[in-house]
């Protein structure tokens, strides 16, 4: 089942202009309102338009969306034909052609006067980074809306961008509201949003939904399917864009999503500095590069809290947080090693001797779930097991810093709890005993 957001009902014709290059992007808006800049995914625009190259115009605006529609497609049509498509960020036209009688000789003289250079550039549009934009084409009904199943939903990968994955405090809201208005409720969702990547399908907004319907056997949830690409051109772009775009969607206190926490921003901005390659242990006692690191993140966390008051005040309690836990690791003694003999001998006198099949991996496992995936691939090997272990153990003491800060482990028990697994945790010492 397809379907399309409500919109609003005014629309008009923009283009880019970047004035050094003499490049072109043409396309339809719904309401100036809307924070909304482009349905371009080409990098090169955007990293023209983050360098502040970009001149927007507003060429014709109307309350029919369907005018709108066919001036993009003469206006993409001209310009390939007067200028080429080399003077263009748009790939293709592909706008709707509709019906041209609607473009009035009046609509067409504006399209040439902005060819031209006649028309003057808007001045009073704050811009908006890749991650507003994508979001409010989101909200705006840019993409067409899917049902998809709540197990396969369950199956895919997912983006954390708060504390704790299952938020049961926002399944409980979500529920309470559903029973009394189980319609009203539904249709009030905005889309779960799925990005598509060459490795699958990953959610990057919509956990707390995720769980709500999984909590009452919701057959499905409507989403929306984003290219991978429109993230940005290189990988580490996507993935910070992915971490940006989850966090503004907290930003709005709604019944299904409540704002983020001090403790999820904080848990954003280090998932940021980690994938920018900015290692927090080396900025804890150099004022310069804390202060280098605050002006990045005053940048891209700017959309994600009410006042910059507000955010300056998180970024203080990320730097405490920080400074407490290098504290607490500093003071434990050496991480204990174990050896692959240790393990194995670990592994068959406390489980299999005893009949349960087990797993020894890494604490860096409960990322993702992956721990999870590798019990299931053992209970194929033992169909008639009911009882399984996870002997978990740390591999360097940056696995235990990630493990404290991030507690994945809790997730992956809250998981199993949820689906009713008969699954042993055993996490062996990470330090000797005094």
């Not at 409720?185 to 598509?196: F, L, N, R, Y």
């Not at 605050?294 to 955010?311: E, S, Y």
């Not at 001998?345 to 721990?371: D, Q, R, W």
Request: aromatic share 10%.
């Amino acid at each position: 089942m397809v379907a399309k957001l409500k919109i609003t009902e005014k629309y008009f014709l923009y283009g880019w202009l970047d004035s050094e290059k003499l490049m072109h992007n043409i396309g339809k808006k719904v309401s100036k309102k809307l924070l909304y800049l482009t349905s371009v995914s080409a990098g090169q625009w955007w990293s023209r338009f983050t360098d502040g190259k970009m001149e927007q115009y507003c060429i014709i605006e109307s309350d029919d969306r369907d005018i709108i529609s066919a001036c993009e497609w003469f206006a993409l049509d001209y310009g390939f034909k007067v200028l080429g498509k080399k003077c263009f960020y748009n790939k293709t036209n592909n706008a709707s052609k509709g019906d041209q009688s609607l473009v009035t000789k009046e609509m067409k003289q504006a399209v040439m006067d902005y060819f031209d250079g006649k028309l003057t550039p808007i001045t009073n549009e704050a811009p908006f980074p890749l991650h507003v934009n994508i979001l409010n084409k989101v909200i705006g009904g840019e993409y067409d809306i899917v049902n998809i199943p709540t197990f396969k939903l369950e199956q895919y990968g997912f983006l954390q961008v708060r504390e704790e994955r299952d938020n049961q405090a926002g399944i409980k809201a979500i529920t309470e509201s559903w029973m009394e208005n189980p319609t009203q409720t539904m249709a009030d969702m905005d889309p779960i949003a799925i990005v598509k990547t060459a490795d699958g399908f990953k959610l990057i907004n919509g956990n707390t939904r995720l769980g709500f319907a999984s909590a009452n056997k919701i057959n499905e949830l409507p989403a929306v399917i984003i290219d991978e690409e429109e993230f940005g051109s290189t990988e580490k772009e996507r993935n910070q864009c992915y971490v940006l775009f989850g966090g503004f969607a907290n930003a709005e206190d709604k019944v299904y999503r409540k704002p983020n926490t001090d403790g999820d921003l904080i848990h954003q901005m280090l998932s940021w500095l980690a994938l920018e390659g900015i290692s927090t242990q080396n900025i804890l006692n150099d004022k310069l590069a804390k202060a280098a690191v605050t002006d990045l993140l005053k940048i891209h966390f700017k959309h994600h809290c009410p006042t910059m008051k507000k955010l300056i005040g998180v970024i203080g309690k990320m730097f405490t947080k920080l400074e407490e836990d290098e504290a607490e690791i500093a003071v434990q003694e050496n991480l204990l090693t174990y050896s692959e003999s240790e393990l194995m001998k670990y592994k068959i006198h406390n489980y299999e001797t005893k009949g349960i099949p087990a797993v020894v991996t890494t604490m860096s496992s409960v990322n993702e779930m992956k721990c999870i995936g590798y019990i299931r691939n053992r209970a194929h090997q033992f169909p008639e097991a009911t009882k399984f272990a996870l002997v978990l153990y740390y591999a360097s003491k940056k696995e235990y810093h990630n493990e404290r800060k991030e507690k994945n482990l809790e997730k992956v028990k809250q998981s199993i709890k949820r689906f009713g697994d008969q699954i042993v945790i055993d996490v062996l010492p990470a330090f000797a005993k005094k």
